[in-house]
C-alpha cells in the first residue's frame, strides 16, 4: 500500500458527460453530496481514483 496514490475530484452529478470521462478513467464513485461547497442544490459526485503506480522511480502524480 505504500505505493498508492489516490487522487480525487468532484463532480456535478448533472453532468452526466463528465462523469462518464471520469468513470471511463477508472475513477469510482465514493460519496454523494446533497448540495456542492456554496451550499446550492447542485449533488456533487466525490469520485476517486487509486493507483498503484507510485513513486517507484522516484515520480510524482504531478508531473
Known sequence: MADCVA???DVN???TKAVEFYQ?????TYERTAQDD????YP???MKLE???ANK??????R
Do not use: A, I
Open 13 to 15: 452529478e448533472q453532468n
Open 44 to 46: 456533487l459526485l466525490r
Open 57 to 62: 522511480q522516484g515520480k510524482s502524480p504531478n
Open 7 to 9: 487522487m480525487e475530484v
Open 38 to 41: 456554496q451550499g446550492k442544490d
Open 24 to 28: 471511463k478513467l477508472g475513477f469510482e
Open 51 to 53: 493507483t498503484v503506480e
